[in-house]
Nanobody
Framework: QVQLVESGGGLVQAGGSLRLSCTAS????????MGWFSQAPGKERKFVAA????????YYADSVKGRFTISRDNAKNTLYLQMNSLKPEDTAVYYC?????????????????WGQGTQVTVSS
């Protein structure tokens, strides 16, 4: 089993940046594909970004391409999401998720473990 803990959320002005981190327990972090998802109040959870086990393949939602970068450090059991040029519409709780597969997917239902989430608020 994998336990995931997100950090790095906060309040930022539009155009600013944040770096989210997700630290995983266990020794097999490198065996999991990882993803970031977001959920705004009253809205469904949506895909943000995903990365394969070794970081060789990454995937992004169209709304964040060119602004967000997903990365991972398997030696530190940590997943990152660098968020630049933030917009008010990026405001949401951001969750990291782990999939028992080497390969990532954009579908949240295909992920097996979830963190508790970290709030990102972008003011205009």
């Amino acid at each position: 089993q994998v336990q995931l803990v997100e950090s790095g959320g906060g309040l930022v002005q539009a155009g600013g940046s944040l770096r989210l981190s997700c630290t995983a327990s266990g020794r097999t972090f490198g065996n999991y594909a990882m993803g970031w998802f977001s959920q705004a109040p009253g809205k469904e959870r949506k895909f943000v970004a995903a990365i394969s086990w070794g970081g060789g393949s990454t995937y992004y939602a169209d709304s964040v391409k060119g602004r967000f970068t997903i990365s991972r450090d398997n030696a530190k059991n940590t997943l990152y999401l660098q968020m630049n040029s933030l917009k008010p519409e990026d405001t949401a709780v951001y969750y990291c998720a782990a999939r028992r597969s080497l390969y990532a997917t954009v579908t949240g239902d295909n992920y097996d473990y979830w963190g508790q989430g970290t709030q990102v608020t972008v003011s205009s």
